[in-house]
């Protein structure tokens, strides 16, 4: 069965700092990979999907980035936080042709 | 742009009551809908898809329409239990790509 992976579960980080959040996935192979964030009162808001390695849209100028080195790796990155960037931030994968969504226990981001 | 909306944002209900949960779109043009469950600080579970030339979907006490020429969708649940309470969200995907638009969410308390 198929499993989906991120860590850490929390995070307390300076402004300025760097940021890596992970995501892996089990049991899939190709799939379609995504990052949301969740911040109070706003709602789940899509940052980045991918459909391959190396291949990434970004939905929402922001400050931060993603990659994805190896098939079921996803990566979030920024290299200074903001304070706006605290959140809980999600992962997802999905594969055709029924494209449902499963989600990953996320991440809480807080910037101080 | 597609947008979602759950009204109304949150719900009580005494335990046993059959309950209906609303969400509306604007771009009838969708390619699946889905509804999830979210439990306080977790991420989101996967309850029900419904694709763009189904009707509607069951899975066990739950069961959710899809009405795209009125962008609407109803998620019913029988019978509720104090364990349903939780955030339930509705989104939905405009292309095979699967990039989801989520609404805010209903939070649905039920009463013991």
């Known amino acids: 069965s198929q499993t989906i992976h991120q860590w850490p579960a929390t995070l307390v980080q300076p402004v300025g700092s760097p940021l890596s959040l992970e995501c892996t996935v089990e049991?899939?192979?190709?799939?379609?990979l995504y990052w949301y964030r969740q911040a109070a009162g706003r709602g789940l808001q899509l940052l980045f999907y991918?459909?391959?390695?190396?291949?990434i849209s970004s939905e929402v100028p922001q400050n931060l980035s993603a990659s994805r080195p190896q098939d079921r790796q996803f990566i979030l990155s920024s290299k200074k936080l903001l304070l706006s960037d605290s959140g809980f931030y999600l992962c997802?994968?999905?594969?055709?042709?029924?494209?449902?969504?499963?989600f990953g226990p996320g991440t809480r981001l807080t910037v101080t | 742009k597609q947008e979602v909306t759950q009204i109304p944002a949150a719900l009580s209900v005494p335990e046993g009551e059959n309950l209906v949960l609303n969400c509306s779109f604007t771009?009838?043009?969708?390619?699946?809908l889905q509804w999830f469950r979210q439990d306080p600080g977790k991420g989101l579970t996967s309850l029900l898809l419904?694709?763009?030339?189904?009707r509607e979907q069951t899975s066990g006490r739950l069961n959710a329409s899809l009405d795209k020429s009125s962008g609407r969708s109803t998620l019913y649940i029988a019978a509720s239990q104090p364990g349903d309470s939780a955030t339930y969200l509705c989104?939905?995907?405009?292309?095979?790509?699967?990039?989801?638009?989520f609404g805010k969410g209903i939070t649905l308390s039920v009463r013991p």
């Open positions: 771009d009838s043009a969708i390619y699946n």
């Open positions: 997802a994968w999905s594969v055709h042709p029924t494209g449902e969504q499963y």
């Open positions: 991918s459909i391959g390695i190396d291949q």
């Open positions: 419904i694709q763009s030339s189904q």
């Open positions: 049991g899939t192979s190709n799939p379609n």
């Open positions: 989104a939905v995907s405009t292309g095979a790509n699967s990039k989801l638009t």
